[in-house]
């Protein structure tokens, strides 16, 4: 690294800032540990400099437990912004890898270095990051820790996929109905009756909103564990998911995935194999096709929406068929289980509810309220885009100009040097104009309230071209909840305030 000085012949300050890492957290209780280790080294590094005017930095950046395949670590990510800050002049690590193991990310961080004037440091391999050689040399140090990473990887999941094989359970989230003794699952007794209640009520042609519902009225939760360290997992009420992971999964049946096959598994069974080749049978039929994804049969606006006010239970999309006609409409769930205790509600026509939503949206974009938080919106991304518009702009004419200039100056250029600048100063020039225009178009653009409240009154024009998937992801987006009341025959509708902030971001675009 090379030093300046401050003016009277002494060198000028670096700020250094330390950076350790550990991929596990294994042994950082301890008095002294790997990344104290790291950072003893790393001190005596920058005392051994300090007649060069380097100081060490008091915060420290420790990540004890993270991985060095990616950027997602909080010191790390600390230790950028003070370097964009220009807080931090210098970064000393042990090892290259230590900072990172891929060559993708720690090019990333290699800019941000350079972008704001720092530089870089490892205490154990010495070259210089300002050479080509140094870079080589760098790239090469980075390049054997990746493929040290991915090789570790490979064995790692090799070992688990021949463990499998042999029908070993090698780790991973609970099931419901196991606990884990010795590194076996064994059977939960009191849970495994649950599993077999539900595979059973599924046979039974019970919908898998209705299973959740039974779930929810019986209190049951799916499994909650906790690791060797006390964190705790699991235990939140059954939900759609948690139900068709059950209903797929063959460790239940004793069986077990090993890469892409599945094979016998040594742990006991809590369904025999009947019953689990009956329910993947029956999920098959009720999954739609192509692409295997489970999608609803009906079209239903309000699937996962609609409530019983009176019961406080999930209403379900039914029919019924006379002849060539459908007759669409919900039902609360707890009515149709026949355990309704008191609920009034049977069923309610799913046009009629339907529109009554629908009508209830068309005045609420409406709203003074929402036309101003809209139009609002509208201009802050204008002055945005418009802002990355001038940006772009400058930028393009500086090549430009540059461009012209090195064909003006230069004496004897290289025909393909020459067809190479030439090219930049067309393409610049196409591009500049077209940047100019969307500038001029959108300063001419204004978003008052009155602009809006004209477009958003073509809200049924919108909404009759939508895929009725689209007219449910728009109702998902603004809509928490509705209710519906059988006693008055009314339906209430719970906005989402999230969702419709990011409506009114998004309705002029």
Not at 194 to 213: M, P, T
Not at 446 to 451: G, L, N, T
Request: proline residues 3%.
């Amino acid at each position: 690294m090379a030093n300046g000085n401050n003016g009277n012949g002494a060198p000028k300050p670096i700020r250094c800032a330390i950076y350790t890492r550990k991929s596990t957290d294994e042994g950082l209780n301890q008095d002294f540990n790997s990344l104290d280790a790291q950072r003893d080294a790393g001190e005596a590094y920058i005392r051994s400099q300090a007649g060069e005017g380097w100081t060490l930095l008091p915060d420290q950046y420790d990540d004890g437990g993270y991985t060095g395949a990616n950027m997602d670590r909080p010191a790390l990510r600390r230790l950028l912004a003070d370097i964009q800050a220009k807080k931090v002049d210098c970064v000393v690590v042990y090892k290259v890898d230590r900072l990172s193991r891929s060559i993708r990310d720690f090019g990333r961080i290699m800019e941000i270095l350079e972008k704001h004037g720092a530089t870089f440091v490892s205490v154990t391999q010495q070259f210089n990051t300002t050479t080509s050689l140094g870079r080589l040399t760098l790239n090469i140090l980075l390049s054997f820790a990746q493929f040290e990473r991915e090789i570790i990887s490979e064995r790692t999941r090799d070992k688990q996929i021949l463990a499998r094989k042999r029908g070993k359970w090698t780790g991973g989230h609970l099931p419901l109905g196991y606990d884990l003794e010795d590194g076996n699952l064994v059977i939960n007794e009191e849970e495994a009756a649950r599993v077999r209640q539900i595979f059973e009520w599924y046979l039974e042609g019970h919908s898998v909103h209705g299973i959740v519902a039974k779930c929810e009225g019986l209190g049951w939760r799916n499994k909650e564990w906790a690791t060797k360290e006390g964190k705790m997992f699991g235990g939140h009420p059954m939900r759609k998911c948690h139900i068709y992971t059950m209903l797929a999964n063959p460790l239940y049946a004793g069986r077990i995935r090993a890469a892409d096959e599945i094979v016998a598994a040594t742990h006991p069974r809590i369904v025999d194999d009947n019953t689990f080749d009956l329910v993947q049978q029956k999920l098959k039929e009720n999954t739609r096709n192509p692409g295997g994804e489970h999608g609803p049969k009906l079209e239903a606006l309000l699937r996962g929406l609609l409530y019983c006010a009176c019961c406080g239970s999930a209403m379900s999309p039914s029919y019924s068929s006379s002849k060539n006609r459908r007759y669409r409409y919900y039902v609360c769930l707890r009515t149709m289980q026949r355990n309704g205790g008191g609920c009034t509600t049977r069923a309610v026509s799913a046009p009629v509810v339907e529109e009554a939503v629908i009508e209830s949206v068309r005045r609420f974009a409406m709203t003074p309220e929402v036309i101003e938080a809209i139009a609002r919106a509208a201009r802050l991304r204008l002055t945005e885009e418009l802002g990355r518009h001038r940006e772009e702009l400058k930028a393009i004419n500086v090549r430009v100009r540059n461009a012209k200039s090195q064909l003006v100056r230069a004496k004897n250029l290289d025909a393909d040097r020459e067809a190479a600048l030439r090219d930049v100063v067309s393409s610049g020039e196409a591009k500049a104009d077209q940047l100019r225009s969307l500038v001029e178009r959108g300063e001419r653009l204004r978003f008052d309230d009155q602009m809006v409240r004209q477009r958003m009154a073509t809200f049924d024009e919108v909404w009759k071209t939508m895929t009725i998937q689209q007219q449910a992801a728009l109702l998902r987006q603004l809509i928490e909840r509705v209710g519906y009341d059988a006693r008055g025959d009314k339906v209430k509708v719970t906005y989402n305030s999230n969702g419709i902030r990011e409506f009114c971001k998004g309705a002029t675009k």
